[in-house]
């Protein structure tokens, strides 16, 4: 082997190991617990080995949100770890690691060797995916099966029924793949005509559909993410347009920093535009189809987002697959010119971020996190019943952490509405932490907390059984007899 092969075979290694160590190290930050739906999807694939897609609820109601692609993706891994739950942390980090590969293969498909590598050096140091490290959830598998698709559309060996089940995967994975569907759809149009095109959009559908069916059937709703679509029409003023700006200007560091910030996400946007310029005028069909289906997905999910109501950072990061293809072909563009100027350009773009993702793995380093409430779940444990019912505003984490049959608080009237509903739903338990991750409450979450936070004090009939200030965890024991 030449010895410049040599050099690129060991700086590529070097590289990978780097971004391995840089993904672990933060994913020690993030016990599970982190997002709060990790626990649910862990609890309902569990479940899913017992032939139920449902979780411990007084009412008895089937589950019918989240959708049920990540919990069956994760039954086995839970089937083999459980209820060593740290380990499913590799989960995650195997996905951003197959996301890595393939983001490399399609963007030196599309503009070369240099795009290639751009590319996976993006996603490797992107912060939202670093943060998000070794947290259990669809939204790294959901943006490597999306990257599987554009791959596919432009590979030698397309297939349609390959790209078909890519679609469905990501239907079932992530409500974005309502958007990835059709994207995948035109792009088999521009690759292989209309008849196969629309085979792939119903074959890709038909998963959905017969969920959403089976939702109907058994709980007479449709999943919780069709609400959040129907709100639409608030668009910029009542969608996430506002919040996510706010998180930009804190993120960024206020003022100063958020206009340094749009200064560089101009560029970014410039960049991509260049790109997907280029990517546009490529002479291979399956480059043109590539794109065809990257642009589609791209103005599919800026649609959609504009209209939820609600907004956390991982919900950055299909956007991150549709415009790293872009990125990295302007890039390529820019490395035919002037090689060491295209490399500055790219690590002067990528430096806040990489410089938030190596605070993440530092953090991970310095304060490893195995449990955010360790004396509380081994309180819980060994004082309390295995028969025991508790409220608590994480019912999801409890219930999978403890084994413990655990609720979200209800809505009542006033303090003694409240404890009688407590004592019909047979709760022997009320845990409060004012602090930490809390579950989502859909409707008028706010309230619920805090009629929650007022009335979970001791005083009869609760009574102070545990106490953690470390934790700022306390459990209050609901006395029946009084």
């Not at 590969?101 to 992107?126: Q, T």
């Not at 409240?418 to 022997?428: F, N, P, S």
Request: aromatic share 10%.
């Amino acid at each position: 082997m030449p010895a410049s092969r040599r050099f690129g075979a060991a700086f590529a290694a070097a590289g990978l190991l780097a971004a391995a160590g840089l993904h672990i190290a933060a994913a020690l930050r993030t016990p599970l617990g982190a997002a709060s739906d990790d626990a649910l999807h862990l609890l309902l694939a569990r479940n899913i080995l017992s032939g139920g897609y449902a979780v411990p609820d007084a009412a008895g109601i089937p589950a019918t949100d989240p959708l049920p692609g990540f919990p069956a993706l994760m039954a086995l891994p839970v089937r083999l770890l459980a209820p060593h739950w740290l380990w499913l942390r590799g989960a995650e980090l195997l996905a951003v690691a197959a996301l890595l590969v393939l983001a490399f293969r399609l963007s030196r498909r599309l503009s070369g060797e240099a795009a290639g590598w751009a590319a996976a050096f993006l996603v490797a140091v992107n912060p939202t995916l670093v943060g998000w490290a070794g947290v259990a959830l669809p939204d790294a598998p959901f943006c490597a099966v999306s990257v599987a698709g554009f791959l596919l559309l432009c590979s030698p060996a397309f297939s349609a029924a390959g790209l078909a089940a890519l679609g469905a995967a990501g239907a079932l994975l992530r409500p974005e793949g309502v958007a990835l569907v059709p994207a995948l759809a035109l792009g088999c149009y521009f690759r292989a005509g209309a008849r196969r095109a629309a085979g792939v959009l119903a074959a890709s559908f038909l998963p959905l559909g017969l969920w959403i069916l089976r939702d109907r059937l058994v709980a007479n709703e449709t999943t919780a993410y069709v609400d959040h679509w129907r709100t639409l029409s608030g668009f910029a003023s009542e969608g996430t347009l506002a919040p996510f700006a706010q998180m930009l200007v804190h993120g960024l560091g206020g003022p100063v920093g958020f206009a340094f910030g749009a200064a560089l996400g101009l560029a970014a946007l410039a960049a991509a535009a260049f790109g997907a310029r280029a990517l546009a005028r490529a002479k291979s069909r399956g480059a043109r189809s590539a794109f065809a289906a990257l642009a589609a997905f791209l103005l599919g999910i800026t649609l959609m987002h504009l209209g939820w109501k609600s907004w956390q950072s991982r919900y950055v990061l299909p956007f991150v697959v549709a415009l790293v293809p872009f990125f990295s072909a302007a890039f390529a563009a820019a490395y035919r010119r002037s090689g060491p100027a295209a490399v500055f350009a790219l690590a002067f773009v990528a430096a806040p971020g990489l410089r938030t993702a190596v605070g993440y793995a530092r953090d991970g380093v310095a304060a490893p996190r195995a449990s955010f409430w360790p004396h509380l779940e081994n309180w819980i444990e060994t004082q309390t019943p295995a028969d025991a019912v508790l409220v608590t505003a994480e019912p999801h984490l409890t219930t999978l952490l403890t084994g413990r049959r655990a609720y979200f608080p209800s809505a009542a009237a006033s303090r003694d509405a409240w404890i009688a509903d407590l004592r019909a739903r047979g709760v022997d338990y009320v845990v409060v932490g004012r602090s930490g991750p809390r579950a989502y409450f859909s409707g008028d979450a706010a309230r619920l907390l805090s009629d929650f936070d007022s009335w979970a004090v001791a005083g009869p009939p609760l009574a102070l059984v545990f106490g953690d200030a470390d934790e700022g965890r306390l459990v209050l024991r609901v006395d029946h007899a009084r």
